[in-house]
Structures are given as structure tokens and as C-alpha cells.
């Protein structure tokens, strides 16, 4: 009779192991087939499909929310946002207050614009939605969003590619600003390429020779490394896709190098530049203590459930937290959703030294901004003014449109940014120290590069 529980609770055991053994991985995800733009499985192994390129939004979206994933402002850049009313004063060609309205990596110089949706000729217009990505904002743009859906909504290929549309490629089609002389039903559009911060081997210089040749949905194929790209929309050359057979399990299926956080390197490979000439930003070991404790940019700048503000947080929700940054308007409703110094020096959050500040009034914390007197001095120079009415005559400046651009250091001399950056390289930046300027911002004082 004693032995009867015994056998009971071995079954309840055994029960409990088999419906905890059912239940679906949490966190990890599974081999799995990348799938078309039609939503068809792609079996490189076996030959099915498999000269189409992947669809990440296909093949990703199976699990994830792509629809939640793409609202984030990496995504839209400024697409369906107003211009800000000092914009709409000063700037009345900008349509957005983003990249992609024309307002280029935040304070650049506004030369181009992005042509109104309607027009009347040629003559009144400057980008399309298709330009701005041919003229080199598709490098730092990871697709979805204004990359993937006109003003209307549609997605740019299918409805040029619908009759109903009237649209021929590279065709004047009404003017229309988003499909003016365009060859969406040829190039695809970008949809957004979830490996590219997910796969930390992934290859940037792949995916920029796919869009320099306009083969839009076939660059997420190439940057991930799934499959060798041949041919070019913008030559009129067919495009083929041979995909890597020996990266893919016996059944077709992918289990590729995928991280849940991007690793730095990955944020810098957009970040990096324009945050040295923007305000002498030097995102490595030696002048950055951040870094030297190993933190990562995700941890000041965090999204999703691990987001600290809940204006941003939620389950892949992608809107990373971000600061306040003067020159740029991207959803300035979702300024300072970041850790800030308090998040961390007031707790000790991953190990910061918590700052005491003993016989300090708490006015001063009220008034003065921590980096003000934590960094009172910059190690990299930074451009004080920005000059796009001066010819600049550098040497070594890499595309002619760039000689628009003239930099003045903190000391207002001219400053060859371009040529150091393309003679030195980003990591051999010299070391160049000056001291911030003080202002007021947002009623306090901020250390600043003016």
C-alpha cells in the first residue's frame, strides 16, 4: 500500500515534465525558414524559392510585432510628424522635422528638401521618397516606415506595380513626390532589416553596394550574408540571388548569430560620425569613461521591457529612450526617455559610483546640469557653425556635394572635417581639448559647443 502515492507522484511527475516540455521556448528563438515577400518558405537546401531574396518582414514578422516594431522614429525618421512652428518660419521647405522631411542628420545644412506629395511640374520639386534614400540616406536608414509605405500608405511597390496606380518606372507619373522618375515595382522597397542590428556580424558595405545599385529588397539578403547578389536595377541587368546553402540546416531552416541588445558597434556604424563633427563625441575607450567600464549604448539608451520610462516602454516596442537634443525634432514628445546620470550615480545601477555631493545646496542640482561640471572639458574638437553659402576648398573631401559643407572649429577657424575624417579615420581622430561654453537650456545650465 506505501508504494501506491510513490507510483502517483511519479506520474504527476512525469505529467508535469511533459506539459512543461510542450510549452513554447520563451526568449530563444528557434531554428526557422526564411520565408518571400509573398509569405512562401524558402528552402535554399532543397531548391524552393530559392531565387527570391528573404523578406525580413515576412520572416521575422511570423513571431514579431513588425507593425509595433516599425513605429519606432529609427523607422519613420520624421515621416507623418509636423514640422516644429520655428521650423515652419526659418525652414518652409521642410516638410517634416526629420531626415526625411529634409532637415539631414539633425543640424545640417538644409540644401535639398523632400518634394510636397503633389506638384504641378518638375520645376517645384527637389527629392522624392525615392531619392532621399538614393542619395545616400538608405545607409543609416534600417528600412520599414517611410522606406517601405508612400504618404498615402501604400506600399511604394505594389501600387506602382497595380495598374489602377498608372505609374511606369522612371516614369514623370503625375509629378507625384514619391514616385516622380522612380523605379519602386523594379527596385523593391526596404523593409525593415531586423538583422542589421540583431546580427552583430552583419555586413553594412554588402547591403550599401546593394542600394547603390538600387536593388532595394534584395540588399537584406546580402548584408546578412544569407546569399551572394548579381546584377543591378539601376544598370537594367537582371538581379539573381544565390543563396549559401552551407549556413542552412539539413530542413532549410536558419539558426543564425542573433543578439536581443545591438552591440555598440552596430549604433555607431550610424552614430559614430555624425556625433564627432556634431559636438565632439568620441565613442571609444580613451576618451569615454562610459565605455572603459565595457557599458553599452543600450544602457543608457534602452527600448522595450527594459525601457525606464513608460512613455516608451512595452513589449518590442522600439522607441529607443533618447535625450534632448537642440538640433533635432524627432519626436521631441519622447525627449529624455534615456537613463540619465541621476538613473544611475543616484543608485549605483550597474556598478556606478553613487554620487554623494555632501555640503552641496540642492539648488545647484535643481539648476546646473550634472555635465556641467562633470565634463568641463571636451577631447575631441567638435564644429561650432556650420556654413552652407561657403565654398570649401579641403583637400580630401569624398563627394562633391560635401564641399557645401564648411566647418568652423570651437575657436571658429575653418576646420577640414571631411578631410580628417577620410585621411585619419573615425578611431585616429586627434586629440583636440577645449573647453565648453555655458548656456541655458530648458532652465538649466548645460555645458555646450558654441
Not at 542590428?197 to 546578412?224: I, T, V
Amino acid at each position: 500500500m506505501s508504494s501506491i502515492p510513490l507510483v502517483v507522484c511519479l506520474l504527476i511527475g512525469v505529467f508535469q515534465g511533459s506539459t512543461s516540455a510542450q510549452e513554447p521556448p520563451k526568449g530563444v528563438c528557434p531554428p526557422f525558414h526564411v520565408r518571400d515577400e509573398q509569405g512562401n518558405i524558402i528552402n535554399p537546401v532543397t531548391g524552393q524559392n530559392a531565387g527570391t531574396p528573404y523578406s525580413p518582414k515576412q520572416t521575422c514578422g511570423q513571431c514579431h510585432g513588425y507593425d509595433l516594431i516599425t513605429q519606432g522614429y529609427h523607422f519613420t525618421q520624421g515621416a507623418c510628424e509636423a514640422p516644429t512652428p520655428d521650423q515652419a518660419v526659418r525652414c518652409q521647405w521642410a516638410l517634416a522635422p526629420g531626415n526625411y522631411g529634409g532637415t539631414w542628420c539633425s543640424p545640417a545644412p538644409l540644401y535639398r528638401y523632400l518634394s510636397p506629395k503633389h506638384n504641378e511640374s518638375p520645376a517645384e520639386m527637389d527629392m522624392t521618397s525615392f531619392s532621399f534614400l538614393t542619395a545616400g540616406c538608405a545607409v543609416c536608414h534600417p528600412g520599414g516606415g517611410s522606406a517601405e509605405y508612400d504618404r498615402d500608405g501604400k506600399r511604394y511597390d505594389r501600387w506602382m506595380a497595380d495598374p489602377a496606380s498608372g505609374f511606369t518606372p522612371s516614369g514623370d507619373n503625375n509629378f507625384d513626390g514619391d514616385y516622380y522618375q522612380t523605379k519602386w515595382s523594379e527596385s523593391g522597397v526596404l523593409e525593415a532589416d531586423c538583422l542589421l542590428c540583431h546580427m552583430p556580424e552583419y555586413d553594412f558595405k554588402a547591403r550599401k553596394k546593394q542600394l547603390d545599385a538600387l536593388n532595394f529588397r534584395w540588399a537584406p539578403s546580402a548584408g546578412a550574408g544569407l546569399a551572394t547578389v548579381s546584377g543591378s536595377v539601376a544598370e537594367g541587368e537582371p538581379v539573381n540571388v544565390a543563396y549559401n546553402v552551407s549556413i542552412f540546416g539539413e530542413d532549410g531552416t536558419l539558426s543564425p548569430h542573433i543578439v536581443r541588445e545591438p552591440r555598440n558597434e552596430t549604433c555607431l556604424a550610424c552614430h559614430a560620425k555624425p556625433g564627432w563633427k556634431k559636438r565632439g563625441a568620441n565613442f571609444r575607450r580613451r576618451t569615454d569613461v562610459h565605455l572603459r567600464a565595457d557599458l553599452r549604448c543600450v544602457d543608457c539608451h534602452p527600448a522595450g521591457s527594459l525601457a525606464v520610462d513608460e512613455r516608451i516602454r512595452g513589449k518590442e516596442v522600439h522607441q529607443f529612450g533618447k535625450g534632448d537634443d537642440p538640433g533635432g525634432h524627432v519626436r521631441d514628445d519622447l525627449d529624455n526617455t534615456m537613463r540619465d546620470c541621476a538613473d544611475c550615480h543616484d543608485t549605483g545601477y550597474l556598478g556606478a559610483p553613487v554620487a554623494k555631493h555632501r555640503g552641496l545646496p540642492p539648488l545647484h542640482l535643481d539648476k546646473i546640469a550634472c555635465q556641467t561640471c562633470h565634463i568641463p572639458e571636451r577631447a575631441v574638437k567638435a564644429a561650432l557653425a556650420v556654413a552652407s553659402d561657403v565654398f570649401n576648398p579641403g583637400a580630401k573631401i569624398p563627394t562633391k556635394g560635401k564641399h557645401l559643407w564648411t566647418f568652423y572649429g570651437p575657436d571658429m577657424a575653418y576646420w577640414n572635417h571631411y578631410g580628417d575624417l577620410e585621411m585619419m579615420g573615425y578611431d585616429d581622430k586627434p586629440t583636440d581639448p577645449y573647453r565648453p561654453v555655458l548656456a541655458r537650456y530648458d532652465g538649466k545650465i548645460y555645458p555646450v559647443n558654441r
